[in-house]
């Protein structure tokens, strides 16, 4: 009893905000107006990235997606057509999750205080936040749904391409016949970088060159259209205000993981591959390149001769 009368407190306390850190499983307390001024605020919302709407446009953006799925009403079956125009829908909401694995404030007092369970840094100004849309029934949610069912058996396709960590170990030669070194790489924030025209010109080139794996129904008029609505009307509230996220896609967006990846193996194979690493090395070392980087999202993992 005291205990659920402890956690009601909490969850009634305004003036605390906690969250699950980014990394790891460590419970983060935080000041509202800290986590609110500047995790939210400052460091992502008055940004280029984010801007406030007006609090109708959910509202209007589903007679959009009405018109849209009417269009293209020859793609679906009865139930396809039923799942995707007639549900209940709720605007995204948006959150932020402490990095304090990045924090050098926060990571300097662990290493004074590394026995203890509760480590205090107040408001660190180092601290830094992945931005999240919860995204659990918002207007786009089924249209990025039946997207990401469409697009990710493209992303088995790409050459560079890792499952998981099984498949990595799995792909990596049990000798190497060279003296190497080990290279990683990592793409910065990727889903918030992506513009949208970048995006939509790569899922065309996947479209195209895949089109046999792709049920023949979906036609890729109907696939780009629908993109371009969902990566257009990444809507969520905080703070009682709507906001529009103008580049790249929401990280809670369910068609977001295969659309970031697809993106960054297209702009491998037809600029890095073909155009970039041709200039810079031998015809010998770009093959070596292209056969033993692997990629898992943005994190890319390579061996190279010394030479």
């Excluded at 009865?78 to 932020?96: A, G, H, M, Q, R």
């Amino acid at each position: 009893k005291e205990e659920r009368i402890g956690l009601n407190e909490l969850k009634s306390n305004q003036q605390i905000i906690i969250k699950t850190a980014d990394k790891g499983s460590s419970i983060v307390i935080m000041n509202s107006e800290f986590y609110c001024q500047k995790l939210a605020i400052k460091d992502h919302l008055t940004g280029d990235t984010y801007e406030e709407i007006n609090l109708d446009c959910d509202t209007k953006l589903i007679k959009k997606l009405k018109t849209h799925v009417d269009k293209h009403k020859s793609c679906f079956t009865d139930k396809e057509y039923e799942y995707l125009t007639n549900y209940t829908w709720t605007s995204s909401v948006f959150y932020i999750l402490p990095k304090i694995h990045k924090c050098q404030s926060i990571l300097n007092e662990i290493k004074t205080n590394f026995q203890e369970n509760l480590i205090t840094v107040i408001d660190p100004p180092d601290l830094k936040g992945r931005p999240i849309a919860a995204a659990c029934e918002t207007p786009t949610r089924r249209s990025s749904e039946l997207m990401e069912k469409v697009l990710k058996p493209l992303v088995e396709l790409q050459i560079t391409y890792i499952k998981d960590d099984w498949d990595f170990i799995r792909q990596l030669p049990s000798q190497i016949e060279f003296e190497c070194n080990l290279f990683s790489c990592d793409v910065s924030s990727l889903y918030t970088s992506i513009p949208h025209d970048l995006g939509i010109e790569a899922i065309k080139y996947w479209v195209q060159k895949c089109r046999d794996i792709i049920p023949i129904r979906f036609t890729e008029e109907f696939i780009l259209e629908s993109l371009e609505l969902i990566l257009k009307n990444n809507n969520f509230l905080f703070n009682n205000k709507l906001y529009n996220q103008k580049r790249g896609t929401a990280m809670g967006n369910i068609c977001a993981p295969p659309y970031a990846c697809l993106t960054v193996g297209y702009l491998e194979e037809q600029k890095l591959f073909n155009i970039t690493l041709p200039n810079m090395f031998t015809a010998s070392n770009v093959n070596k390149i292209i056969k033993y980087y692997k990629r898992y999202m943005d994190d890319g993992m390579i061996f190279l001769p010394k030479s």
